[in-house]
């Protein structure tokens, strides 16, 4: 790269430039930035009302960030499975439900608080069994709905 008298730099491809058929990478993502934002606005909003609804007490297993996380999970690997068996889902399906929703909703954040706190208050062991409980539950619960969705769904086909 060289600089200009102006100051500018110079020496990269500008758009004009730009190989054919090379599009710029933010150019025609807008429909799913926004599907991603409505539906995390819409799982933040759901994982905000669960925790308004049944907080969990100091030093206590957080059963409802552990409930969300699990049944998230859940829901995604129902999500995943039925999308691909979808001859053709809309573009927006996944982006919108699985990234958005379900990635506003389930919440590593704040399972990574929650156990910071709960070892920083002397609960060791609880943050200890809130870790393994969750990645356990997490990982067995998208195991499962997956495989009892295509069960299903083989089930409807072979009618």
Same mark, same amino acid.
């Given at each position: 790269m060289s600089t200009t008298r102006a100051g500018t730099v110079t020496g990269g491809p500008s758009?004009?430039?730009r190989p054919p058929g090379r599009r710029p990478v933010a150019r025609g993502q807008g429909a799913v930035v926004c599907a991603v934002?409505?539906?995390g606005g819409a =799982?933040? /909003?759901a994982r905000y009302g669960a925790g308004l609804l049944?907080?969990?007490p100091a030093g206590a297993f957080p059963w409802t960030t552990f409930l969300i996380n699990v049944? =998230?999970? /859940?829901?995604?690997?129902v999500l995943l499975t039925v999308i691909g068996e979808l001859a053709a889902p809309h573009r927006l399906l996944r982006?919108?439900?699985g990234t958005g929703v379900l990635g506003g909703f389930t919440?590593?954040?704040?399972?990574a608080v929650?156990?910071?706190r709960l070892t920083e208050d002397g609960h060791v062991a609880t943050a200890l069994a809130y870790l393994a409980a969750t990645l356990l539950a997490a990982l067995a619960a998208v195991w499962a709905a997956s495989a009892a969705t295509r069960a299903v769904l083989l089930r409807r086909s072979a009618r």
């Open positions: 758009p004009r430039t934002s409505l539906g =799982g933040a /909003a049944w907080p969990a049944v =998230g999970c /859940a829901l995604i690997g982006p919108f439900l919440t590593f954040s704040t399972y929650d156990v910071q």
